[in-house]
């Protein structure tokens, strides 16, 4: 009933009443002509009053948009005839699309969002380094934090946190090792965090008398303990002492550490030890602070400079001059992200690279279409078509494309956004928790409306001036030197940018390859690594050190087991773990102003050397014999041998620890020297071995690691070794078995994530940079159709043709790489001066990409130019 | 909504070109044309409305769902749209013409006090 009427439906209704009144003034006595024009005066404007008509059931903006669906779907019809073309413009544009808004919501999550913690921008991190030894975060003693507290008034509340692990029995079915961090009672509130479930640590739970209490973190309550709210005021053993679990932690980026659960200094005995509370250098705490109101962050790192200024001076032993000791104070969000910045704007640069090449690409598809529809758009302009009309028809149909490609590229996003993460995750916690939202959707949206309008501009209009008949009367393409030289422009710009991508993804194969490539001293496809860990501090007596005695034994034999040992120190795994330490040899004096030597401590049980595979050159290995009460001994690597003992003494004579942490110096005698091994760099530098000392398990009491050499497969042994150790001590950690080649492969992991993500992008831009000279060059070969025919009519070879077409192909690549090559090189030198960390690639990447490019630019021409060959002369000179 | 009166012609007064067009489909269903010429015919030619205006208010009412609209053929056997009152528009007719009788009554009095009111 309410139907609304069209616009045939409006014209009937205005001709059924115009034909009512002129019958009217006919039977009126009126001559039917003029009764015909006196009709119409009468009415008024037609359209006009249609319009008015129209407008009761139509609002403007209905209208407007029924005007552009129309176009839409004479754009859909019109791509659908260039099927090739459309699938190549919408692939080209999703891929641009979809890398651009995975790395948006990446940058989003990392670097824009706040943080949940309660004012977060007075939130603060403060950070003791000493650039002088090469230390960017020596962290805090509690001595140095009790000065702090008391001198500084810009900071009106400081939490602390320190990492320890713990050996856990409770909650989970398996007694485990679990991170967790030790806090003061000021934390929480600092932080400015919330429970989720219970409470948090405050005040009371703080100092020595307190009750042993812990607040588990939110990962850690998720994702093993299945959120189960009954945990609070469960009772966990935590190595040697106990803590009830008083609450779980809201989500909120980890740091300084991502940790199982946190706990107040009484569940640490370490903590209470006087080493901790006395010793200014023994530095493990990390600090936190809340600026006091009203003052700025600049004002506080002001007073805290002055205040460590005072510091340095009162205890210069604790601040040796060399060392350069310095704070800093950043707020606690750009701390989280600033290492990953760099990175994220360097990936938004190459997502934003890949979009202009795929842009330009696009455009060129656009202009070389809309050179051969220059009739079809003269037809219409001819027909009354204005500009803005031709316009909203290009519009429409870029638009069609652009959509296409965002709505694929937005499906891409979220397998972009996963991997992208992945690769962020290692440079700040936050990514962890990057999740696809709709600001992807906003991002693919507007860029595919931004590139619609873009391309819509592309194709040149018939000029309402030229004279319209040259269009509308030949059939044959024009192509003017100005389209050409656009259009090969395009595509040059596009090699040139694929160029700087690939010699950049060249650059991290090349290093990535030289890692997984590398030989290391260890036979890593064989030995299987265990974590045994004894106790929250590593440090075992004689007796818990049998537990490895008779793990050994037993295990030993157990079938397809060649050899077990027990060590300190998984190779790569345990980077970082322990430093290097001062010591002195005997019959070497230091020269003058030099420091003492430093090397790797590593502790090794009897047998290490053989089941890792690291030849003994000269004196014996370890034995049982080697334990507390016997003489003290050590084992050297060859470079030390080679430095101190060039003669090739070094057997029988002593050696030892100068450093401070070992009190007073034991002689050790050297009875053996060991091949040099890096279990640190999965590659070395050669020149340098690593100068690296061993001492016996027994003597010192520290171990924690289990190596096991397999005949086999190595994990087939896993249950049977963790049956044993269990059957010997039910309550034992065993924990992240692994071979030594499972190992080097997630140390490497990073790297292959970077050369990886990095080759995504390269390899994007090579394939549409290819697309887009086999565009340019299968256009100029369909627009030189008649010329080609004449040449072949008059005798030239096909041959000749073809080789044509292939120089104008190499001639864009070359052009292309050199320009990419000097403007990256401009490029990088700009970036050194404002980035850290730009390295320009070696000759080999270099020539390796543009040798790529190269020879598929070319593979990208052999299709046009085959087809200039085999061009028909008949038709050819027919076709116009 | 009309043109500047010519020849003697009143200008409509706003809003009363609804209740003319529903009071003259009173009587049966009509087609534009013919609602025009029944609204001059009646006002003995002082009332003269434009297409321009009758016709979108048609499609207003319509719109509304005072008026249906219907093909239908004329007396002298031509095709025309028809409208015709619905039950809501009758009811919007009574409406109207109360509304109208109060206007007239209101400005009757503003125009012409009753005796006694002026000094």
């Known amino acids: ?880 | 909504m009309t043109k500047p009166p010519e020849d003697g012609r009143l200008e409509l007064l706003q809003g009363t070109l609804d209740m003319l067009i529903l009071r003259t489909l009173r009587w049966g269903p009509q087609h534009g044309h013919g609602i025009g010429q029944a609204i001059r015919t009646q006002s003995d030619d002082l009332l003269k409305v434009e297409t321009g205006s009758l016709y979108p208010a048609l499609h207003r009412l319509v719109k509304r769902g005072w008026l249906t609209a219907e093909w239908g053929v004329s007396q002298s056997n031509q095709r025309a749209k028809f409208y015709r009152l619905t039950p809501e528009g009758k009811k919007q007719l009574v409406r109207e013409e109360s509304r109208w009788a109060q206007l007239v009554k209101a400005i009757g009095r503003v125009m012409k006090p009753a005796p006694g009111s002026e000094e």
């Not at chain 1, 370890?622 to 030390?640: A, C, H, L, M, T």
């Open chain 1, 1 to 880: 009933m309410t139907m609304r009427p069209d616009d045939r439906e409006l014209d009937d209704e205005i001709r059924a009443h115009m034909a009512l009144s002129i019958r009217e003034r006919i039977e009126n006595g009126e001559d039917p002509e003029a009764a015909r024009l006196a009709a119409l005066r009468e009415f008024g404007y037609v359209p006009a009053i249609r319009e008015s008509m129209r407008r009761v059931w139509y609002s403007r903006p209905i209208d407007a948009a029924a005007a552009l669906g129309r176009d839409l779907r004479i754009g859909l019809r019109s791509i659908l005839r260039a099927r090739g073309l459309a699938a190549t413009v919408a692939v080209t544009l999703a891929l641009g699309i979809g890398a651009n808004a995975a790395i948006f919501s990446v940058v989003r999550a990392v670097l824009l969002r706040p943080l949940v913690n309660r004012d977060e921008d007075r939130l603060i991190y403060i950070r003791q380094s000493a650039p002088g030894v090469g230390s960017d975060n020596t962290r805090f003693s509690v001595p140095e934090i009790n000065d702090l507290k008391a001198r500084v008034t810009t900071i009106s509340s400081f939490g602390d946190f320190s990492t320890v692990e713990f050996a856990m029995v409770g909650l989970v079915a398996e007694p485990r090792m679990v991170k967790a961090g030790v806090v003061g009672g000021s934390f929480f509130d600092v932080m400015g965090l919330r429970p989720v479930l219970g409470r948090l640590l405050n005040a009371q739970d703080d100092g020595p008398k307190a009750a042993g209490a812990a607040v588990l973190t939110y990962r850690f309550w998720t994702t093993s303990l299945n959120r189960d709210a009954s945990v609070i005021g469960k009772t966990i053993r935590l190595g040697p002492r106990t803590a009830t679990v008083v609450g779980v932690l809201e989500p909120s980026v980890p740091y300084p550490d991502d940790t199982e659960l946190i706990a107040n200094v009484v569940t640490s005995p370490h903590h209470l030890g006087a080493t901790m509370v006395t010793s200014r250098t023994h530095r493990m705490t990390e600090l936190f602070g809340r600026l006091a109101p009203g003052v700025s962050i600049d004002a506080a790192r002001a007073e805290l400079t002055t205040v460590h200024a005072a510091m340095t001076r009162e205890h210069p032993e604790a601040y040796p001059a060399r060392a350069n000791t310095q704070l800093s104070a950043t707020r606690l969000r750009d701390q989280i992200a600033s290492p990953a910045r760099t990175v994220l704007l360097v990936l938004l640069g190459a997502a934003a690279v890949v979009f202009l090449i795929a842009c330009s690409n696009v455009a060129n598809l656009i202009l070389a279409r809309s050179v051969q529809r220059e009739g079809e758009l003269a037809v219409r302009a001819a027909l009354g078509a204005g500009t803005g009309a031709l316009r909203r028809t290009l519009f429409a149909e870029s638009l069609v494309l652009c959509g296409a490609g965002a709505t694929l590229g937005i499906m891409l996003a979220r397998p972009f956004v996963a991997l992208v993460a992945r690769f962020a995750a290692r440079f700040s916690v936050r990514a962890l928790d990057v999740t696809v939202d709709s600001s992807v959707l906003w991002i693919g949206a507007g860029l595919a409306i931004g590139a619609a309008v873009l391309l819509a501009y592309v194709p040149r209009l018939p000029s309402p001036h030229a004279p319209a008949g040259l269009g509308l009367v030949s059939s044959g393409v024009r192509i003017t030197t100005g389209t050409r030289r656009r259009l090969r422009l395009f595509a040059t710009v596009q090699i040139a940018l694929s160029f700087v991508l690939l010699a950049c993804a060249g650059m991290l194969i090349a290093t990535l390859v030289a890692l997984r490539t590398a030989a290391t001293s260890y036979d890593v496809r064989h030995i299987l690594a265990f974590d045994v860990p004894l106790s929250a501090t590593g440090f075992a007596g004689p007796k818990t050190l049998d537990l490895y005695g008779e793990a050994t034994r037993r295990i030993a034999e157990l079938p397809d087991v060649e050899g077990v040992a027990v060590g300190s120190f998984v190779p790569w795994r345990d980077a970082g773990t322990l430093g290097g330490v001062t010591f002195a040899v005997e019959g070497y004096t230091r020269a003058d102003g030099e420091d003492d030597p430093t090397a790797r401590l590593r502790l090794t049980g009897p047998g290490l050397f053989a089941v890792l595979g690291v030849p003994l050159l000269a004196g014996r290995d370890f034995s049982d014999e080697d334990i507390q009460s016997s003489e003290p001994v050590s084992i050297v690597s060859e470079s030390v041998a080679r430095r101190f003992f060039p003669n090739g003494e070094a057997v029988n004579r002593h050696m030892w620890w100068t450093d401070a942490y070992f009190g007073k110096h034991v002689p050790r005698r050297i009875v053996g020297v060991v091949a040099d091994a890096d279990d640190v760099q999965v590659v070395s530098a050669p020149a340098a071995p690593p100068l690296t000392i061993y001492m016996p398990v027994r003597q010192v009491g520290i171990g924690g690691r289990l190596f096991v050499r397999a005949a086999g497969d190595p994990y087939a042994l896993v249950p049977a070794v963790r049956k044993i150790i269990r059957e010997i001590s039910p309550e034992q950690p065993v924990e992240r078995a692994a071979t030594l080649a499972d190992v080097r492969a997630q140390i490497l992991s990073p790297e292959r994530l970077n050369a990886f993500v990095f080759s995504g992008f390269a390899g994007m831009a090579v394939l549409i940079a290819v697309v887009g000279v086999a565009g340019v060059l299968a256009f100029s070969v369909s627009a030189r159709t008649r010329e080609f025919g004449v040449r072949l009519a008059i005798g030239s070879a096909p041959r000749h043709l073809l080789t044509g077409v292939l120089r104008e192909g190499a001639r864009i690549a070359a052009i292309g790489i050199a320009s990419g090559a000097v403007g990256g090189y401009a490029l990088a030198r700009l970036a050194m001066q404002f980035v850290e960390h730009v390295e320009l690639p070696g000759l080999m990447p270099v020539i390796g990409a543009a040798a790529v490019l190269a020879s598929a630019a070319i593979g990208a021409s052999l299709v046009p130019a085959a087809r200039a060959a085999r061009v028909d002369v008949l038709q050819a000179l027919r076709a116009e």
